[in-house]
């Protein structure tokens, strides 16, 4: 039923934020506030085009951007900028 892949193309938002198009599925349009919020509606408007009970939305596959596109928007995690994060053992 769902594909391996999709096809979607983002844009930031003249107001702020990001839209997206699911190019997959004509008729496919979505936005978000952050970046990980659109990631949420991307999925959640493909549930919906699907029209996939609520109760069953955690059985199903999620889709992830390309570490790519975040870097294209300019969202990205700086590289080399911390080349490790000490963790230190707290005592309970």
């Known amino acids: 039923m769902f594909p391996a892949k999709i096809e979607v193309s983002v844009a930031r ?28 509606m991307i999925n959640d408007c493909l549930y919906a085009y699907f029209n996939i009970p609520e109760k069953y939305v955690s059985y199903m596959p999620e889709y992830l951007a390309p570490m790519s596109l975040a870097e294209r928007l300019g ?14 053992k707290v005592e309970s």
């Open 13 to 40: 938002a003249q107001e702020g934020g990001f839209v997206a198009e699911i190019l997959t599925y004509p008729g496919c349009y979505t936005e978000g506030e952050t970046f990980s919020e659109l990631l949420f």
């Open 75 to 88: 969202i990205a995690p700086k590289k080399g900028i911390l080349t490790s994060i000490p963790y230190e």
